[in-house]
């Protein structure tokens, strides 16, 4: 039986690329280590950073972040914010509920209005469109 060596000879795992965030977070956590009195061998040090780079896109992903750092466009609790139109436009629906709010009113906050219909509807809104009469619609918010 060999005797097993005191040194580890096996070359490091190759780490994942990581974001220099993660490095900075990493150095940080190893000089804190070391100040405590605890050495790291080179294939530990791999591995925190990886621990660190992969606890810290989680935590992006629950804050909303995407890999880039930037917000992601995810619906429900964490929607996207709206221009003042839109925010304009989802008030009235809501102070109007079930009664709705016709094509001819949107038109005077957005002559677009479909455009920032289809804004709101994109952040998880559910809007409902009526015809009433000819070129006339009837817009209906379901909260």
């Known amino acids: 039986m060999t005797q097993p060596s005191l040194f580890d000879t096996s070359p490091p795992p190759k780490p ?17 280590l070391t100040h405590a009195g605890v050495y790291l061998k080179p294939t530990a040090v791999v591995e925190l950073e990886d621990k660190i780079g992969d606890r810290f896109r ?8 995407n890999q880039k750092g930037t ?15 839109c925010r304009l436009m989802l008030q009235l629906l809501r102070d109007r509920g079930e009664t709705g709010v016709t094509n001819t009113e949107l038109s ?34 379901h909260e």
């Open 58 to 65: 989680k935590i992006l992903a629950e804050a909303g972040f």
């Open 71 to 85: 917000r992601s466009r995810a619906r429900g609790e964490d929607r996207k914010r709206l221009s003042d139109q």
């Open 16 to 32: 994942k690329p990581q974001p220099p965030l993660v490095k900075q977070l990493a150095k940080i956590a190893i000089s804190e």
């Open 108 to 141: 005077e906050i957005a002559i677009k209005y479909t455009g920032r219909i289809s804004e709101i509807r994109g952040t998880g809104h559910n809007i409902e469109t009526v015809r009433v009469d000819g070129g006339l619609f009837r817009y209906i918010l």
